[in-house]
């Protein structure tokens, strides 16, 4: 890390400083300045020049009241030594010293991973890479420090090059050598190493990224003046310590600082994982922050040691030269840092009066160039400091993932509650953690619910045994409101066949202003005949009402992998870098997603099929996600986290036992069961009965958990039940509606099942009047869906209408319905669902046997 000596291939760092300073450099520049008045003879200009440093101000333009011009040839002279064999040889020391260093450190980061699944929380994953950068950089350095100056870093580079170390010329050559060098190391691991990613360097959540950029800067500046440090000749010949005291350094940077902006300090390294990785996430951080702070180190040293830092010269006498008819000064300048920034316009410049310089010369007051930044820095710093306090009263600290958890459910592993999620036996967890393997832990109740066991997950409605609850919406509201803060990608997942009671309410709280991809499930269960392209519109419709603005509308099957392509192409598009959050209500079917999501992306991106091997488990018991569920799904590096499924306390699913909850889960496609008028039994005998009044005076149940009376029908109305076939629909007249209830609940009607559970049901305790207005006898006139449950078409004609009923077609008017359920569940009125029809018709004939029972004859 250490500029070269000569000109073009070692001068300035630690191993020119030792050369310096036992071997004092000729005079490499001669100029010459005319003198007017005899105080300026040849004795003045021996004086002068016996002064040696005193007389000579590094770093500025001047000598004494004499001034220089630069001489035009050292522009051409520096063009050539860039390409001179030394400065190859130059080129080549630094491409394999910084090759071997980037394998190093980033090698190390890909062996922490493989030796240890948690290595993002594993402190031994630290202390491996620090160590590696420690060894690494030391001796990268002692190789090339004789041949190239050992930099190994852009940011040293750009030091020594400002500082006047370095010429441009050779620098960008540097730059170039390292660039290559830092791709190739990465490019061999990734390779070879088939089943990882090359990993990128990133900021944590507790950071922002003009934060990590100062850091990084800090954090370069100690490296850089480590070097300047290492190479002061007041220290001795220090030999292979100097190299050995930077290695150190940048190992206890990468111990104090690595989990936050994760201690890079050379934007090579940064620069060839993120090429590789195919993700420049936060690059200008590794840029900024290194090339402004690798200016700093040297005017420190100059300032705290002006003359012998970087440099203890001897200035030789210089011989006096008469090339002009006036007497002449020639004065001996060495090349040093401080003078590459201003040079004087002036070549030859005369003073008939002027007293000589005093002796003893210092460094130069500060120019106001250099005030102004001063300033600017000063100002910079202090809002800084304001923001980062205002900041700091909003935020609040992020979900932590430091907890080992079950892959499948997300809960924290214990040892102590066999009952509870999360559980692992003693010997299983004990091994897994001696081995840094408890991120390929399940618990003991993802492992049945993966064997199609329904275990009961809740005690009572919604509630643990050992006092844990499904989480509730204010309660991941509160987990995932760092959302709102940072960059990130919103997948809402709702399912169709329940769509207004599984569409989670506020979600613009949790998401704030980053953008929403919306994903519809479960279309797959839809009656045949259904237009996709119908239903689309109606979830673009039914999504505004809500007043939510998507990206993107995606009717999605995690069965068929219908849509799922769609989805994780729209993903790989708007991610950009930021991790993608998938968040649902309960047993919406985000496992069963990102199940499909994994493997529709397993042909494209390695890093997602070997996501697969521990991806979430899949299971009808709602809230089968317990915990934020980290999944390294993208080769770029981003995350893609399962949330827990949000408990609505208006669905079916709060009120049923655990084990009538499969019940409500439809297993295959909905068949629609109508109910018209021309079917039902009046029990005279005939079969028909006074169609006037159509349904009205009758009452619809279905199942247990959903009562239908019917209080004033148009002629031939029809209503149609679309849910899971598991629950029996039968009609029986209105005044013998509670006696039915009463008596069939748990036996014909179910849920709920069994005796036991019907004397502790407490019945339809929610009533709803619906006045539904008919203004098209043609088209079905809305939808009255029961959340968590499925949904009822009310449709005002359920025959097709000849040339003698045109007067029907005009006839408009109201069905008055009273809908029961349990307390907490929801009804919503909704535009009818635009389902095919097919299957609906072939039903009509079959759902009246289905809803025949002797309470319907009387």
């Not at 990468?254 to 996430?281: I, K, Q, W, Y």
């Not at 950009?576 to 985000?590: I, L």
Request: hydrophobic content about 40%; aromatic content about 8%.
């Amino acid at each position: 890390m250490f500029s070269p000596r000569e000109f073009s291939h070692r001068g300035g760092g630690y191993a020119e400083q030792k050369h310096v300073a036992e071997n004092p450099p000729p005079c490499s520049e001669l100029s010459t300045l005319p003198l007017t008045t005899p105080a300026a003879s040849t004795e003045s200009g021996d004086a002068a020049a016996e002064t040696g440093a005193e007389d000579v101000l590094y770093g500025e333009d001047y000598v004494g009241d004499f001034m220089y011009k630069e001489d035009d040839l050292e522009q051409d002279m520096r063009r050539e030594q860039a390409i001179t064999p030394n400065a190859l040889r130059s080129y080549l020391a630094e491409f394999i010293s910084t090759f071997f260093f980037v394998f190093a450190v980033v090698g190390s980061m890909m062996s922490s991973r493989k030796l240890m699944p948690d290595a993002a929380s594993d402190p031994a994953s630290l202390v491996m890479v620090a160590v590696a950068n420690t060894f690494a950089l030391s001796s990268a350095v002692y190789i090339a420090a004789n041949i190239s100056g050992g930099h190994i870093n852009p940011a040293v580079t750009f030091g020594m090059a400002v500082g006047g170390h370095i010429s441009v010329p050779n620098a960008i050559c540097y730059w170039i050598s390292q660039m290559v060098a830092s791709v190739m190391a990465c490019l061999l691991l990734r390779v070879t190493i088939v089943g990882q990613h090359v990993p990128t360097y990133g900021i944590t959540e507790e950071m922002t990224g003009f934060g990590a950029s100062v850091l990084e800067g800090v954090l370069t500046f100690g490296l850089v003046y480590t070097v300047y440090a290492a190479g002061d000749p007041r220290n001795g010949a220090l030999g292979g310590i100097g190299p050995l005291a930077v290695g150190f350094m940048a190992g206890a940077n990468v111990l104090a600082t690595g989990p936050f902006s994760g201690g890079s300090m050379n934007p090579a390294c940064a620069f060839g994982s993120a090429v590789v990785a195919g993700s420049f996430r936060n690059q200008a951080v590794y840029w900024v922050g290194p090339l402004i702070a690798s200016m700093a180190p040297k005017t420190l040293s100059s300032f705290l040691c002006p003359f012998t830092l970087p440099y203890t010269l001897t200035i030789p006498t210089p011989k006096i030269l008469t090339l002009h008819s006036k007497p002449t000064l020639t004065l001996c300048r060495y090349s040093h840092p401080q003078n590459t920034h201003r040079k004087s316009s002036v070549s030859q410049t005369q003073y008939p009066n002027s007293p000589p310089e005093p002796a003893g010369t210092g460094a130069a007051a500060p120019t106001p160039g250099d005030r102004f930044l001063e300033r600017h820095r000063s100002v910079e710093a202090a809002k800084v400091l304001l923001k980062e306090k205002k900041k700091k009263k909003k935020e609040k600290p992020k979900v932590t993932t430091t907890v080992a958890c079950c892959y499948g459910c997300g809960a924290p592993l214990q040892t102590s509650e066999p009952d509870a999620p999360g559980y692992s036996d003693p010997e299983t967890y004990a091994l897994k953690k001696k081995h840094h393997q408890l991120r390929s832990v399940i618990c003991g109740r993802c492992k049945l619910l993966s064997h199609g066991h329904m275990i009961t997950a809740v005690g009572g409605n919604g509630g643990y045994s050992g006092g844990k609850q499904f989480i509730m919406a204010e309660e991941l509201r509160e987990k995932l409101s760092h959302l709102r803060h940072e960059k990130a990608l919103i997948v809402k997942l709702v399912d169709i066949v329940d769509f207004n009671g599984s569409f989670l309410a506020r979600v613009r709280d949790l998401a704030g202003a980053n953008p929403i991809i919306l994903v519809v499930t479960k279309v797959d269960l839809l009656p045949k005949g259904t237009d996709f392209n119908c239903i689309g519109d109606w979830v673009i419709e039914a999504t505004a009402k809500k007043k939510l603005n998507v990206l993107s509308v995606h009717l999605t099957s995690a069965k068929s992998l219908v849509g799922v392509a769609g989805v994780a192409s729209e993903i790989q598009k708007e991610k950009k870098g930021r991790d993608v959050y998938v968040m649902g209500s309960a047993n919406v079917g985000k496992s069963a997603f990102i199940s499909a999501f994994l493997k529709m992306m397993a042909d494209k991106d390695p890093v997602a099929a070997s996501a697969q091997k521990y991806k979430p488990i899949q299971s009808a018991v709602p809230g089968t996600t317990l915990g934020p569920i980290q999944i390294n799904a993208f080769l770029g590096g981003e995350k893609l986290y399962d949330t827990p499924g949000v408990h609505l306390h208006h669905r079916q699913a709060a009120v049923v036992h655990s084990e009538d909850l499969p019940a409500l889960a439809p297993q295959s496609r909905l068949r629609g069961q109508s109910f018209p008028k021309s079917q039902v039994s009046s029990g005279n005998g005939t079969g028909e009965k006074d169609n006037s009044n159509g349904l009205t005076g009758y009452s619809i149940f279905w199942g247990g958990l959903v009562r239908v009376d019917i209080l004033k029908a148009l002629p031939e109305t029809r209503l149609t039940f679309y849910g899971p076939k598991s629950l029996q629909i039968h009609m029986v007249p209105t005044d013998m509606a509670d006696e039915f209830y009463q008596k069939e609940v748990g036996v014909l009607l179910t849920p709920p099942t069994g005796k036991q559970r019907a004397d502790e049901w407490r019945g339809l305790e929610t009533e709803r009047q619906l006045q539904i207005k008919v203004e098209d006898v043609e088209r079905p006139a809305c939808d009255v869906a029961i959340s968590g449950l499925g949904w009822i078409t009310v449709e005002p004609v359920s025959r097709v209408l000849t040339s003698s009923d045109t007067s029907a077609k005009g006839a408009a008017g109201e069905v008055h319905l009273a809908v029961h359920v349990p307390k907490p569940v929801e009804i919503f009125v909704r535009s009818p669902l635009p389902v095919g029809k097919e299957e609906r018709e072939a039903e009509a004939g079959r759902a009246f046997q289905i809803a025949h029972c002797p309470y319907a004859v009387h």
